[in-house]
């Protein structure tokens, strides 16, 4: 994802398609993304201003997880927006990117290249959901026997008092008494 800054159109230079695989498996290496099922893409417009480089766009990704509560297969699909300014490396004083600005949102090229790279992986890597649940209501598997709770009851229950589950079988046994 590097692009030869004289070549950047004098209207700007658009951008649209996969994200290279190399970049989603830096971006995704070591966390529980599972890469087999996960894919993203990014449209983006480069304008040029003198030494610097404006990206404004989109990406969006689907990653593919394990479900927090009973581990199956589940996806995501995030979507972010793209915007740093490259400025060439060694022009800018360090005091100069701290103030009111935002250093996130700068980064550097080195006079030929714009590589959108590592910035991609950088928000690639934040776009990972906290919490990812196969569905909002997930069962869970049992503490007990490790049955996936959705698929069949083993008719354990969980010890902690006031439980979720708890209550709402006491519940549901107390309406069908009356
Ligand atoms: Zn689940
Ligand atoms: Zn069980």
Redesign the pocket.
Known sequence: MRHKIKDIAPEGSVFSGAIEGEILDEAWKGTEVERARSSGEASYQLLRSGDEVLLHGRMKATLGLA??????A?TATVEAPLDVLFRREGSVEEEDVEGDLDEADYAEHDGTWVDVGPYLREQLLLAIPMTH???AD???LCATCGQDL?VADCGHRPVGEGSALAEQLAHWKQSHKQ
């Open positions: 479900c927090d509560r009973c581990l199956g589940t649940l196969c569905k997930c069962k869970g959705n």
